[in-house]
T-cell receptor, first 118, second 114 residues
Framework: DTGVSQDPRHKITKRGQNVTFRCDPISEHNRLYWYRQTLGQGPEFLTYFQNEAQLEKSRLLSDRFSAERPKGSFSTLEIQRTEQGDSAMYLC????????????????FGAGTRLSVL | AQTVTQSQPEMSVQEAETVTLSCTYDTSENNYYLFWYKQPPSRQMILVIRQEAYKQQNATENRFSVNFQKAAKSFSLKISDSQLGDTAMYFCAFRSTGANNLFFGTGTRLTVIP
């Protein structure tokens, strides 16, 4: 078990380009979360998957953002037509299924993908 | 909506001394969970300690302990015998029972001085 893995660690792109990030959760975890962290702020929730189903989306997830988890394992987060305001650290977390959102639902975080939009 | 406030943007402590980081939160719920996460520079965020709101006993994990005051909606983190490896951003986080997402504060940057 190597923990939550995110790729790439850094991404620099020009405004208007599309970018895609990947997250590989801890292998036995069926819950997966995406957060965004801007400079000087704490992480903000974007979206949540249980297995392959996307069950919750924040209003921060505009229509330029799409997340998938096709086989219930790894997940991708795509940002289309990037804007400078998208520059941030994108964090992925995973947790085990405790049968509900109970106390065992501890979220383990990856190191993040830092996006810079020029 | 839940909010988490960390009023200390930066703190420093001498190695081997004790430091307390503050966190307050606002919620109308009775059952919830509180967490302290540590984010070292350029490294992933790791869980330091967690507290269930229905438990009156304060959580402890080795050198880390919390002072949970439910009525005051306060959840401070005490680090004893501070070590250089404790240098990091510390985030307080809240999660409602039955919810999936965490609400984070803005963080406190802690520097341990040799």
């Amino acid at each position: 078990d190597t923990g939550v893995s995110q790729d790439p660690r850094h991404k620099i792109t020009k405004r208007g380009q599309n970018v895609t990030f990947r997250c590989d959760p801890i292998s036995e975890h069926n819950r997966l979360y995406w957060y965004r962290q801007t400079l000087g702020q704490g992480p903000e929730f974007l979206t949540y998957f249980q297995n392959e189903a996307q069950l919750e989306k924040s209003r921060l997830l505009s229509d330029r953002f799409s997340a998938e988890r096709p086989k219930g394992s790894f997940s991708t987060l795509e940002i289309q037509r990037t804007e400078q305001g998208d520059s941030a650290m994108y964090l992925c977390a995973s947790s085990a299924n405790s049968g509900g959102a109970g106390s065992k639902n501890i979220q383990y975080f990856g190191a993040g993908t830092r996006l810079s939009v020029l | 909506a839940q909010t988490v406030t960390q009023s200390q943007p930066e703190m420093s402590v001498q190695e081997a001394e004790t430091v307390t980081l503050s966190c307050t939160y606002d919620t109308s719920e009775n059952n919830y969970y509180l967490f302290w996460y540590k984010q070292p520079p350029s490294r992933q965020m790791i869980l330091v300690i967690r507290q269930e709101a229905y438990k009156q006993q304060n959580a402890t994990e080795n050198r880390f302990s919390v002072n949970f005051q439910k009525a005051a909606k306060s959840f401070s983190l005490k680090i004893s015998d501070s070590q250089l490896g404790d240098t990091a951003m510390y985030f307080c986080a809240f999660r409602s029972t039955g919810a999936n997402n965490l609400f984070f504060g803005t963080g406190t940057r802690l520097t341990v001085i040799p």
